[in-house]
């Protein structure tokens, strides 16, 4: 596989770098409080910042990896769009948000201040910062690798113009330049890969033809979820469900700042709620660019049509490669260059979104908290644009130290268990249970963080039988991943109960905005009924119901 990139196709790239940077210096004159570097002034639509919101989630794994992974896994990829999406999407809207919003706070660790106490957010800040940083050099590495696997880019400049353009834009307008970029990105990923998976379909005699050709063990949805042996991710709907579905969902999609930022640059609350529940109808339809493209490459290598590339380290047939085969198989040149922008676009989005969450919960965290109590509003912007530029720095170096390890993409998962797993029952408790005490979230949080990594240890020097831990005798990487952020949510849940029964909680009167029960239920009032957060919720979750129904 070639790619033959015409000067139309560079100039579409070129074009794409000059727009980005144009935007955040066009806007820099827009953010000068804290409040429009930090939250993008407060005053975006459910929309825009609904947009902004899923375009934060499009990152490298999204897009390449599901796009492979659905080669290896079939249409189980789409649990992550649908159960393990959409559920968690529309719970924050409606039941978490008027909690986040309402308290005023820049940050997830700000609303974990105010509800128990300093350690608490220091512990949630730092784990964050360090998640965040690590991703942010796993994607920026993974998108120099690809693109000089595929196009024979050098792998150093790939990872030091993209970052420096992604420092620029963003420390020049703060999350404002973040969210219009990521809705522009947002919009490129569709245009540009949504023609791949039509053209493929088309090509291959439609959907039901595609389905109809693949093994059962890849062509259902929950049909083969009885077995873990009946599958290919070796798990069964127990395990989809308690480990994806509750766990790591609710985990990811109700507590990570990266996410959750963007819907704090709402301009109110009502347009707070919506934010996820409008991403989550487009979350939907992502399964149509990511499993849709992953089918017809599956069915095209199969055939014998087309051939992956080789990992750079293993010499096996890259997953990862499907999408930019399928690009080169069915683009001509202009739309090759539109397709390359568009995967850059992803990878960019979602390095921007950890940089721009990494540099809030820096600024007011940590920094204010450990150094400068009294810092001023401009002191904190000045100290955010700092912070930015030093993510980067970070994530470059961390891309690099990601080159010594070719396994590190196996422990994507396992962080995301690690850190937001036992962090939601956390939040859980905090939020619908008074009587939850700061000494009961913090030893339980740490008992949930340290309980997953050393499951993780457990299995990885042979320690501990995995099968204790998934029920099956060979559970893949991810099935592990499922069981293992579902105990670890167990293990933080039940011990912050424990020890808040025998602890002093917060007086109530200090909990007035933060837990239900002592808050009031948001009112709505002159809304049509179509427009009101929980009508627009209903309608998202029965066509979830409806899709898994179909290709169940």
Same mark, same amino acid.
């Given at each position: 596989?070639?790619? +033959? ?36 002034? /407060? ?36 649990? *992550? ?39 608490? /957010? $220091? ?10 940083? $690590? ?37 020049? %307008? ?10 522009? +990105?947002?919009?490129?990923?569709? =245009? ?28 259902? $949805? ?27 969902? =609710? ?9 959750? +930022? /963007?819907?704090?640059?709402? @301009? ?78 992803? *990878? ?24 400068? @109590? ?41 962080? *995301? ?32 963080? %340290? ?92 066509? *979830? ?8």
């Amino acid at each position: 596989m070639t790619f +033959q990139m015409s000067w139309i196709d560079w100039l579409i790239i070129i074009i794409y770098f000059g727009f980005v940077i144009g935007i955040g210096y066009y806007l820099k004159r827009f953010t000068k409080t804290g409040d429009d570097f930090f939250m993008a002034g /407060r005053k975006n639509s459910a929309w825009v910042a609904g947009l902004a919101f899923l375009s934060a989630n499009l990152g490298s794994l999204e897009i390449l990896g599901w796009t492979g992974g659905t080669m290896k896994y079939g249409m189980f990829v789409s649990h *992550f769009y649908w159960i393990g999406a959409v559920p968690a999407m529309l719970f924050l809207g409606l039941y978490m948000m008027p909690f986040y919003y309402s308290s005023k706070i820049h940050s997830i660790p700000g609303y974990l201040k105010l509800r128990f106490d300093e350690k608490t /957010r $220091l512990l949630n800040a730092a784990s964050f910062g360090i998640m965040t940083i $690590l991703m942010s050099g796993i994607n920026l590495y993974l998108m120099a690798l690809v693109f000089n696997v595929v196009l024979k880019w050098d792998l150093h400049v790939s990872i030091w113009i993209s970052a420096g353009v992604i420092a620029v834009y963003i420390t020049l %307008g703060g999350l404002l330049s973040a969210i219009f970029t990521e809705i522009v +990105q947002f919009f490129l990923i569709w =245009f540009g890969l949504f023609l791949v998976s039509i053209l493929g379909l088309i090509e291959l005699g439609g959907l039901k033809a595609v389905l109809t050709g693949l093994p059962e063990r890849l062509s259902a $949805l929950w049909s083969t979820a009885a077995s873990p042996t009946a599958n290919e991710m070796g798990v069964t709907w127990l395990g989809i469900v308690l480990g994806l579905g509750f766990v790591l969902s =609710f985990g990811y999609w109700t507590t990570d700042f990266l996410l959750v +930022q /963007r819907a704090f640059s709402a @301009k109110d609350l009502d347009a707070a709620r919506k934010t996820p529940i409008f991403a989550s109808f487009f979350k939907m339809a992502l399964p149509l660019i990511v499993v849709g493209s992953g089918l017809v490459a599956w069915k095209l290598q199969d055939m014998g049509q087309i051939t992956l590339l080789a990992h750079p380290y293993t010499g096996e047939p890259w997953n990862d490669t499907a999408l930019p085969v399928l690009i080169a198989r069915y683009f001509p040149a202009g739309l090759i260059g539109l397709g390359i922008t568009a995967l850059l676009a992803g *990878f960019m989005a979602g390095q921007a979104g950890n940089v721009s969450a990494f540099n809030t919960v820096w600024t007011y965290d940590i920094y204010r908290v450990l150094f400068k @109590k009294d810092a001023s509003d401009a002191h904190l912007v000045v100290v955010g644009r700092i912070t930015t530029i030093v993510g980067i720095f970070l994530s470059i170096l961390t891309a690099y130290a990601a080159m010594r390890f070719n396994t590190i993409m196996d422990y994507i998962q396992a962080i *995301f268990s690690w850190v937001n797993a036992p962090l939601f029952a956390t939040m859980l408790l905090g939020m619908f249970w008074a009587r939850t005490t700061p000494a009961g979230a913090f030893w339980g949080l740490i008992a949930g963080m %340290g309980s997953s990594f050393l499951m993780f240890i457990g299995i990885k020097f042979h320690w501990l039988n995995p099968a204790w831990l998934t029920f099956s005798q060979n559970p893949s990487d991810m099935s592990h991943n499922l069981w293992r952020a579902w105990w670890a949510w167990l293990i933080c849940f039940v011990l912050t109960i424990i020890i808040s029964l025998f602890t002093k909680p917060k007086p109530k009167e200090e909990l007035v905005g933060l837990v239900k029960g002592l808050t009031p239920a948001p009112t709505v009032t002159g809304q049509k009924l179509l427009q009101r957060p929980a009508v627009v919720a209903v309608i998202s979750f029965i066509v *979830f119901v409806v899709l898994n129904i179909i290709f169940w």
